[in-house]
Nanobody, 116 residues
Framework: QVQLVESGGGLVQPGGSLRVSCAAS????????MGWYRQAPGKQRELVAT???????NYADSVKGRFTISRDSAKTTVYLRMNSLKPEDTAVYYC??????????WGQGTQVTVSS
């Protein structure tokens, strides 16, 4: 059974930092592209960042230079470090595991709220 379990969300002030984690189980982690997506109230889910099996990263323009995605194969965990957070970063953040043309899995999401 595949599980993607996010953690680390919470309330942070504008300009602050937060790291969210996603622990994966039930998949061969090293074969999957991992990613973070987010969905704000009333908006569509959008890509935040992805990291391939080879460590190549891709970021949404809105988070470039502020967010960093990384993966730890030994811990089968993907991280998203978020710096200089803005109120518009407020959303539910979802972990994604993807193998193109094969399969895709989602976590349940973790709430990130940026507010003073």
């Amino acid at each position: 059974q595949v599980q993607l379990v996010e953690s680390g969300g919470g309330l942070v002030q504008p300009g602050g930092s937060l790291r969210v984690s996603c622990a994966a189980s039930g998949i061969n982690f090293s074969l999957w592209t991992m990613g973070w997506y987010r969905q704000a109230p009333g908006k569509q889910r959008e890509l935040v960042a992805t990291i391939t099996t080879g460590g190549n990263t891709n970021y949404a323009d809105s988070v470039k230079g502020r967010f960093t995605i990384s993966r730890d194969s030994a811990k089968t965990t993907v991280y998203l470090r978020m710096n200089s957070l803005k109120p518009e970063d407020t959303a539910v953040y979802y972990c994604n595991a993807n193998r193109p043309l094969l399969s895709e899995y989602w976590g349940q999401g973790t709430q990130v709220t940026v507010s003073s």
